[in-house]
């Protein structure tokens, strides 16, 4: 257990906040295989302020998802502040978080995202105006630096803490890196060993025994798991167990993992109606589907579906065949 401010955190594994990915219904989904702390994914501050529909839809969070960390990005100081008054007076998350982090480009050029990697002072500034104005506690999800020439992870979470914050969620990896390459442990345990609020890493954690690696290896207080969870909230659980105890759990079944695709779809249905979750649930289940030998043809096929009905026929089919496959293996041995 660790907290970020007055919210305790009963366990050291937190969902990362993905753009496109972290709604409610994955996040509930995530929270269920026992995640310490979900984060939803960033919203626009500038689409709050307006009061966009689609803005508005992304602060939706269900009770049973708590604690959780609600992100918001902005390159601007008075709209910044405005949203998080927002979200501070009128959701119920439990903390603000400010991105830091995002490398893509149209969010970059607007001065948000990773562009504040390349001034502290900035960071202070907006953090401690932001940080006044609301009750909940703020965070930042930032990355190392913008570049290999610009890495002031440091200097950064310094400005975070100085100006108030109360956890930093650090990516080892620069803003030109994106995706690529390997995280950089080093600059997370540098950044651990100099300030004294919470710190959260992130980057390259796999395998449960990659979280309790980063946790041995720099000392942070939480590892932030994001890719590595896309269709498999098992890799949460396990890794949960897997720090509590050292028991390595084993993986799901085809007919678990095609038991939660369904429930995951149909709380996104809930969400989103039948139409565009269905859609959306293309890509996450191709992420369900991966590791299952001959999944191909499932998964071209639930990339035509449109109707809930179709998608859990296909699903069903493929645990049948798979199910059969075992079976006929067993009896060969």
């Not at 369904?262 to 249905?269: E, K, N, V």
């Not at 645990?319 to 041995?333: I, L, N, Y």
Request: net charge negative.
């Amino acid at each position: 257990m660790f907290q970020i401010g007055d919210v305790n955190i009963k366990n050291r594994v937190v969902l990362a906040p993905m753009a496109g990915v972290c709604n409610s219904a994955f996040r509930l989904t995530v929270k269920e295989f026992g995640a310490g702390l979900v984060c939803a994914e960033m919203v626009s501050d500038k689409g709050i302020i307006l009061k966009n529909e689609k803005t508005m839809n992304m602060l939706y969070i269900d009770e049973r998802e708590k604690p959780l960390s609600l992100q918001i990005f902005g390159g601007e100081k008075e709209t910044l502040v405005e949203a998080a008054k927002f979200v501070d007076q009128n959701t119920n998350a439990d903390i603000i978080d400010i991105n830091m982090g995002c490398p893509v480009p149209k969010i970059t050029k607007c001065d948000a995202g990773a562009k504040w990697l390349l001034d502290p002072n900035k960071i202070y500034e907006m953090v401690s105006a932001v940080v006044s104005e609301v009750e909940k506690p703020v965070t930042v999800k930032m990355r190392m630096g913008w570049d290999e020439d610009h890495i002031y992870a440091v200097k950064n979470a310094q400005a975070v803490e100085r100006a108030g914050g109360k956890a930093v969620s650090l990516h080892g990896r620069t803003r030109v890196q994106m995706y690529e390459g390997t995280a950089n442990w080093d600059i997370i345990r540098e950044v651990k060993q100099n300030i004294q609020i919470p710190l959260i890493g992130n980057g390259d954690v796999q395998t449960p025994q990659d979280a309790q690696r980063m946790l041995d290896e720099t000392g942070v207080d939480g590892v932030m798991i994001g890719r590595a969870a896309l269709g498999n909230p098992w890799m949460i659980y396990r890794t949960v167990k897997y720090l509590e105890t050292g028991e390595l759990m084993g993986e799901p079944s085809v007919r678990e993992k095609m038991d939660v695709c369904t429930l995951h779809m149909d709380r996104l249905i809930e969400l989103k109606n039948e139409h565009i979750a269905v859609r959306e649930m293309r890509k996450h289940a191709a992420w369900y589907l991966k590791g299952i030998k001959g999944n191909a043809k499932a998964r071209a096929a639930i990339n035509e579906c449109n109707t809930r009905e179709d998608v859990v026929n296909i699903l069903s089919e493929l645990v049948v065949e798979m199910e059969e496959k075992e079976r006929q293996a067993s009896k060969a041995v």
